[in-house]
């Protein structure tokens, strides 16, 4: 599956802790082959057709996935990874 960035989500994705990069890019290969696998904890955001992920207790992240694609929209803490920041 090809990952796409949006220009937000790819600044924010570049000032993650590295261990933090390592766990999102583990979520990303998750949703390949279980898009509901339990450690992603996705939630299908109301009235659109993005998802919102989990990338660990504190770090989020909003996708949708298109054809062979993987859109990530927004990621970052909590807050951050809703557009909410």
């Known amino acids: 599956m ?5 220009n937000k989500a790819e600044k924010n994705f570049d000032k ?5 990069k390592k766990k999102t890019l583990k979520q ?7 898009i509901h696998h339990s450690s992603l904890q996705t ?13 660990d207790y504190h ?3 909003v996708f949708r996935v298109e054809d062979e694609s993987l859109y990530i ?12 920041k």
């Open 2 to 6: 090809k990952i796409v960035f949006s």
């Open 16 to 20: 993650l802790p590295l261990k933090i």
């Open 28 to 34: 990303f290969r998750l949703i390949d082959t279980d």
């Open 43 to 55: 939630k299908k955001l109301k009235g659109t057709n993005y998802f919102e992920a989990r990338i």
């Open 59 to 61: 770090y989020r992240f």
């Open 73 to 84: 929209i927004s990621l970052g803490t909590h807050d951050e990874g809703l557009g909410k």
